[in-house]
């Protein structure tokens, strides 16, 4: 039982130390995608075309 908890216990702290690189790895990709979206949705929403067939679909 000593050895299941052991076993336990090393496999989430590897877990977490997977997580925690590669959010540590990506976090600036992340960031930089989330401005670029943001920006060409407020271009888009601040565009003037108002025919509906060009706007983007979700």
Do not use: H, P, T
């Not at 130390?17 to 888009?44: C, D, H, P, Q, T």
Request: aromatic share 18%; net charge positive.
């Amino acid at each position: 039982m000593f050895w299941k908890i052991v076993g336990v216990v090393a496999l989430v702290w590897i877990a977490f130390a997977l997580i925690g690189a590669l959010v540590k790895g990506l976090f600036w990709i992340l960031a930089v995608s989330a401005v670029v979206f943001g920006l060409y949705m407020l271009f888009k929403a601040m565009s003037g075309s108002n025919s509906s067939a060009d706007r983007s679909r979700f």
